[in-house]
């Protein structure tokens, strides 16, 4: 067994672009500069204070928000709405993506093992 | 805050702690039961085939073939999956649960199978925490999660989707200990659990859901620290396995892959799937298409709409995604990896390519590999994969749950957190607590019990035929589903059509060929006895309780009941569900010997070489080339050979229009696009073979015309083409802009030489809610644009003129730049006049054929004038009115190989654009008095301008009337007569409904002046009396509802003739000569708009080698012309009988009796190029088509032989359910050896060794 808990910050640089791009691919461009604002304001301030976890819930909270008032048509028809709206879209993949993101930047690994 | 942990659950459990859960969970579960039973109680529910609750033993049964011979004409099943389910509701169903029970038993044990399994895994990734108080508040969150969200209420609430939903977790828990203790075992219950999801829809749910792979290697690797390799081969592992297990579906799903592919793209389209699963709402669980569509009944899934309509339920709703978020940000949990992964890979596939108008590269590409890789079209519905997602966000609320509860600690928190949680789950399953847990209540009426019981009460395996057809069967008594009531309800092969494609192409051709007429009420007298006698049918069903139908059932019974080979019918149901219908449901047997099986031998002599398709079979019934049930075969399905060996056994080619190159309607059985040309690519549609063996449309003329603009919405649309504008006929028309598109719609007409035009003449169709106001006008004039703006009349009868100017013009392009009306009908012209202009849409029939019949003729020492040969040709007529009419005349080319003669018959009518005069003088009504009008309702020629002029015994007949078009304002009536002198007249309306109010009268041609009009007869005064000729009456102005009948006006009379009327009547042309057919006796029947039958006026026709020319003429239009070929075939022997033997859906054993040498031997069912034959343990090699549907062969048999008949691919079948049964068995051994020998796992004493050194605190 060898285990050593493996840091990220050094890689966080890299990881941001990659995020940004990964963000921009699957969702959209604006959530992609979502995602470079946040993912630099976590390198900025202190790593204890979880910034992308807290980002996340906060984007998920104003979702339902955005969801009723981010489109000028009414509820009814709800598909031309829903592709209409699409700040709920970028929210909701820039949200999605940052949920992920903090974990991984929470959540420590191990390196793999040979005693399998 | 990091923490460095590596999962491996301890057992410990606190005795209170586990009594307190044990009492919530059985409180949930109760809830959980009561919420299941509570909605629709006593209603069945069906969550995926009916039939499979209604009739599970008999749906296990059949779905275990290879082949399904109900409920189409046959078909390689791709669903052998069904089995096993249908199976376990046959136990329940045996002990007498009713079938809606059984749905609700099936329900909850999913839910609680979910729920529990998303407990375990999240326990499993919690490691020792799990143990702890934290790790029960954690499971119980996950459980409730899993089992109480949107996506179970919508996307996941079938059984295909459901039974994987459930499973997942526990596929999850199998690899998560396969991976800490790899063995065989673990990879043998993994393959059984992911087997266990079953090959429902070829299981593509479960397949879907192995993105949950990312996520629980990510876990396994990076936060158990296992190797890649190792989590891989147990993969692998599982992999092989489950391909043992799940032989039995996936050999039979792989080779009806086509099958499959074909449903799936004549099904819902990528766009629409994509239409609404944005990242909110696939968060939330929902996403599904269905939940957001809407048709002219309202909505798709109206039990659910308060998720987009109730703003609090759309808050609520959003909960589970907070609380998961929440997870992340309050757990340090590394469970927090898997959740939180799991949500993003189950997110970004069930997004798919949203928003589709505008796809960003992960769509494109997502899109791109659908469309591109063959068989994964099956996987574009990506919502299926929501499963995965839920599974996340259930850990992560779960995690939240603890979070939460460390947070919760007074009495008053607790309060608030539990009402929070109670908020969130009662929003994100709403529709359940309004009795609307269930999209679809199937209350099947008594009266389709009652028909099933008449049904089943006659033996044999003859096929039930339900008419008509249907799109999606939307019933009024509140089923709505693709599936088809008849198998539930009918023990014998059920058949019916089917507006998509199913059973092959050959037969959703020739029941689409049937069934578009009957909708339409033109199908010939006998033609569904006679579709049921190839079919092998015992009985015909007739069902009208479909929503949206109109008058269906009255046409359909009307054709039944004239039906001279069906018996008398049975109703059952009450009248006023039958739309026209003495009844919803009836049956009729066919008449004489019910047919034992649908496997037929038919004489080879006589056969009819059909150079067309199966749709031809009313025309060729109608003409009576059917009479004694020939066989019937497809030219060009027919390779040189069995052409050769066709002509031999005196076969009769007869050259149809039948196999039309024509958009085909996926959703509406009685709609279908316009003829297209060669060159032009249908997206989808029922015609066979290449070009070459299709009709296909040419236009004629010196110039070509083409469209631009949305057209036509919600098509396919056959009627309203743009050459009907250039047609010279007013009472048809180019139609475009429905739903208010009208503006962009152009049409740009090249010419193919440069000519002077002048001035042009643009008629608007202006009677419906809508019309054109403006148009642009461009011509290209000797190199210069000429652009001019138009303005339209609100009036029909006024057509705009535009002067272009001198010099020669290359093209002219027509624009329309302006609409003006709130109704959602089209706009268009109904005429375009161009001077010098000739444009003519022509049906060009197939060529193929008679290239080949020389050579094969020759072949088989037969001499190719002998050879007999008939031509049957059909105007595409709409409605049995002509109403709907797609083409308004018959224009026809086709060619022959040699000189031939013919006889000429077939049925004909009066064209919508013959003129008053033209009508009048056809009958019998010429003489010094004319009458004339701008137009007839309905192109009825007893509404003509005569019908005011007429009288009864000397006194004015008011019984018949002349009748305007709508919108009566702007039409006009004009009557011609010898000088006399004229100072007043009066006009006779009708009493009751509309009627005109002020008109513009001229005399003689001269200055119009004003008159009042209105109900009854109001005298008109001339300013002075003149001798006058012609009068002319302008409608300016009308009032009330209802047609406006002017029923007498007081001027001459139009007088019958005292001649004979000729009784040949010049119908068309043939080559460009007069085309004349006796119709004299049925001037009458004509008169009311109705279609005669006529033959020939001449003995025969005469055509020489080579292309020929259908042309048409502007009074009549002739709807059937049979050219019939003056040789006969008269078969020889006693036609050949066959015994069944043996009959099962994928095979059958037959004896021949009767003379069969040779004979064409049907299956019965529908062609598949894998149905073998032997006969006396000969193969039979490849099967034909034969009657145009089916896998035949031709034979030479002795009376007593047996033929075997399989369909290929049924062996293999068998042994992969061999394979199957061996590897559950193998996998059951594994198992249960595994627990007997408790051996120790060192794997995981050693792991919890190393956790207890390594875990921090």
């Known amino acids: 067994m060898n285990r050593v808990p493996v840091r990220l910050p050094l890689r966080a640089l890299l990881l941001g672009v990659v995020v940004s791009l990964l963000v921009w691919v699957t969702v959209g461009a604006w959530a992609a500069l979502g995602a470079a604002v946040l993912l630099v304001g976590n390198l900025l301030v202190s790593p204890s204070r979880r910034i992308l976890a807290t980002s996340a819930v906060m984007m998920f909270v104003a979702l339902p928000l955005v969801w009723l008032l981010g489109s000028t048509l009414p509820l009814s028809p709800p598909s031309p709405r829903l592709q209409d709206n699409v700040a709920a879209h970028q929210l909701g993949g820039l949200a999605l993506w940052m949920l992920f993101v903090a974990s991984v930047h929470d959540v420590s690994f191990l390196k793999g093992s040979d005693d399998d | 805050m990091k923490t460095t942990r590596r999962a491996s659950p301890q057992r410990a459990v606190v005795p209170g702690r586990r009594s307190w859960s044990s009492l919530l969970y059985s409180g949930l579960t109760l809830l959980l039961i009561v919420m299941v039973l509570a909605n629709s109680f006593g209603i069945l529910t069906p969550d995926t085939k009916p039939e499979m609750f209604l009739a599970p033993a008999r749906t296990a049964a059949r779905f275990a073939s290879s082949w399904l011979d109900t409920p189409n004409l046959g078909a390689p099943n791709y669903n052998v999956g069904i089995v096993p389910v249908a199976a376990v509701f046959s136990v329940l169903d045996a002990v007498g649960v009713p079938a809606w029970l059984i749905m609700r038993i099936w329900r909850i044990v999913l839910l609680v199978v979910a729920a529990w399994g998303a407990r375990i895994v999240l326990r499993e990734l919690m490691g020792e925490s799990a143990t702890q108080r934290a790790g029960t508040v954690a499971s119980v969150g996950a459980a409730v999660a899993y089992a109480a969200n949107p996506y179970v209420i919508v996307g996941g609430a079938t059984t295909p989707t459901m039974l994987p939903y459930a499973l997942l977790p526990w596929l999850v828990v199998c690899w998560l200990r396969g991976s800490r203790a790899p063995s065989w075992r673990w990879a043998a219950a993994a393959a059984l659990v992911l087997a266990a999801m079953s090959g429902l829809n070829a299981g593509v749910v479960a397949i879907l859901q192995l993105i949950v792979l990312v996520p629980l290697v990510a876990h396994l690797c990076l936060i158990e620290g296992h190797r890649f390799l190792s989590v891989l081969w147990l993969v692998v592992r599982t992999g092989l396995i489950y391909v043992a297990l799940s032989a039995y579906w996936l050999i039979p799903a792989v080779s009806a892959l086509s099958v499959g592919e074909s449903i799936a793209g004549a099904t819902e389209s990528v766009g629409a799937i994509n239409m609404a699963n944005s990242f909110p709402e696939v968060l939330r669980g929902l996403g599904m298409w269905t939940l957001y569509g809407a048709g002219g009944e309202g909505w798709f899934d109206p039990g659910h709409i308060s998720y987009f309509l109730a703003p609090l339920v759309v808050v609520l709703s959003f909960g589970g995604p907070m609380l998961a978020a929440l997870g992340v940000r309050l757990s340090e949990s590394p469970a927090r990896l898997f959740g939180s992964l799991s949500v993003l890979v189950g997110g970004l596939v069930m997004v798919g390519s949203f928003p589709h108008d505008n796809q960003t590269p992960w769509g494109r590409a997502l899109g791109a590999t659908i469309d591109n890789v063959p068989g994964l079209i099956a996987f574009r519905t990506t919502n299926k994969a929501g499963a995965v997602l839920e599974l996340g966000m259930a850990v992560l609320i779960g995690l939240a749950a603890v979070g939460i509860a460390r947070w919760a600690r007074s009495v008053g928190t607790r309060l608030v957190a539990g009402l929070g949680a109670a908020a969130v789950v009662a929003g994100s399953v709403f529709p359940a607590l309004t009795g609307d847990l269930y999209q679809i209540p199937m209350d099947l009426p008594k009266y389709w019990n009652q028909t099933a019981d008449v049904v089943n009460a006659r033996g044999a395996d003859s096929r039930v035929l339900m008419v008509p057809g249907t799109g999606l069967p939307s019933y009024s008594w509140g089923y709505s589903g693709p599936d088809e009531i008849g198998p539930s309800l009918f023990r014998r092969p ?513 200055e119009p002046f004003e008159v009042k009009l209105g109900p009854g007869t109001h005298r008109v005064t001339l300013p002075k009396a003149v001798d006058a000729t012609r009068v002319r009456i302008l409608l300016t102005e009308r009032e009330g509802s209802g047609f406006v009948r002017v029923e007498n006006i007081g001027l001459p009379r139009v007088q019958e003739s005292s001649a004979t009327p000729d009784r040949c009547a010049v119908i068309g042309t043939i080559d460009g000569q007069p085309l004349r057919a006796d119709i004299g006796s049925k001037l009458p029947q004509l008169l009311e708009g109705r279609a005669v039958t006529f033959t020939g006026c001449d003995a025969t026709l005469r055509l020489d080698e080579g292309r020929h020319d259908v042309g048409s003429v502007m009074d009549f239009a002739v709807d059937d012309l049979r050219l019939a070929s003056t040789q006969t075939v008269i078969p020889d022997g006693s036609p050949p009988r066959v015994e069944v033997l043996e009959h099962g859906s994928a095979s059958m054993t037959l004896r021949i009796t009767g003379n069969c040498s040779p004979c064409l031997v049907s299956s019965g069912q529908s062609f598949d190029e894998r149905w073998r034959a032997s006969a006396g343990g000969k193969d039979l090699g490849e099967p034909l088509v034969v009657d145009a549907f089916a896998a035949g062969w031709r034979v030479n048999a002795v009376p007593g032989e047996v033929i075997h008949i399989t369909f290929g691919p049924a062996g293999l079948a068998l042994g992969a359910w061999l394979v199957s049964a061996a590897g559950l068995v193998l996998c059951l051994v594994m198992l249960v050896a595994g627990v007997w020998r408790r051996e120790p796992d060192v794997h995981v004493a050693r792991a919890r060794e190393d956790n207890a050194k390594e875990v921090q605190p």
């Open chain 2, 494 to 1006: 059920f058949a019916f059509r089917s507006a998509s494609p199913s059973g092959g192409a050959y037969a959703s051709n020739l029941l689409a060929g049937v069934d578009m007429r009957l909708h339409q009420g033109t199908l010939p007298q006998g033609a569904v006895s006679t579709l049921a006698a190839y079919l092998g049918v015992g009985d015909i069903v007739g069902r009208y309780d479909v929503r949206g139908t109109g008058n269906i059932g009255a046409r359909v019974e009307s054709i039944l009941d004239a039906d001279p080979g069906l018996g008398a019918a049975q109703s059952f149901g009450p009248a006023d569900m039958g739309h026209g219908a003495p009844a919803p449901a009836t049956v009729r047997p066919v008449a004489g010997t019910v047919p034992a099986t649908s496997a037929a031998a038919r004489p080879a002599s006589g056969s009819l070489i059909v150079d067309g398709a199966g749709s031809a079979l009313p025309s060729l019934q109608s003409a009576g080339l059917l009479t004694g049930l020939p066989g019937i075969l497809l030219a060009g399905g027919l390779d040189a050979r069995q052409l050769e060996e066709a002509i031999r056994d005196e076969g009769r080619v007869v050259l149809t229009d039948s196999n039309m190159r024509r958009e085909a309607s996926n959703s509406n059985p009685a709609n279908s696009g316009a003829l297209l040309g060669a060159n032009e690519d249908p997206v989808s549609t029922r015609a066979l073979f290449d070009t070459s063996d299709q009709t296909v449309a040419v236009v004629r003329g010196n110039a070509r015309v083409t469209t631009a603009g949305q057209g036509l919405l919600f098509g396919p649309t056959a009627t309203g083409g743009v050459t009907q504008a250039f047609d010279g006929d007013r009472t048809t028309g180019w139609q475009f802009g429905n739903f208010g598109t009208g503006v962009g719609n152009s049409v740009l007409v090249r010419l193919n030489q440069p000519r002077e035009l002048g001035t042009i003449t643009l008629a608007p169709m202006q009677g419906g809610l809508n019309r054109i106001t403006t148009a642009k006008v461009t011509a290209s004039i000797g190199g210069q644009l000429v652009t001019k703006d138009v303005m339209f009349e609100p009036w029909n009868t006024y057509p705009a003129r535009v002067d272009l100017g001198p010099g020669l013009a290359s093209a002219v392009n027509i624009e329309v730049t302006g609409v003006q009306g709130e109704g959602g009908g089209p706009v268009g012209f109904s005429e375009i006049t161009v001077p010098g202009l000739s444009v003519r849409k022509v049906g060009v029939l197939p060529r193929a054929l008679v290239t080949r019949i020389d050579e094969a003729a020759r072949a088989a020492g037969v001499d190719p004038s002998e050879v007999p040969l008939d031509v049957v040709m059909r105007r595409s007529t709409g409605d049995a009115n002509g109403l709907s009419t797609e083409e308004h005349r018959l224009e026809r080319e086709f060619s022959l190989m040699d000189e031939r003669q013919f006889a000429v018959s077939g049925t004909v009518r009066l064209a919508g654009g013959a003129s008053d005069s033209q009508i009048d003088a056809l009958s019998g009504r010429s003489g010094d008095v004319q009458a004339e009008s701008s137009s007839r309702v309905f192109n009825n020629p007893n509404a003509r301008a005569s019908m005011a002029f007429d009288d009864d015994g000397g006194e004015a007949d008011r019984s018949t009337a002349w009748v305007p078009n709508e919108p009566v304002v702007g039409e006009w009536i004009t009557l011609k007569f010898p000088e006399r002198e004229l100072s007043s007249f009066t006009v006779t309306q009708g009493a009751q409904g509309g009627h005109a109010t002020k008109a513009l009268v001229s005399v003689n041609e001269g």
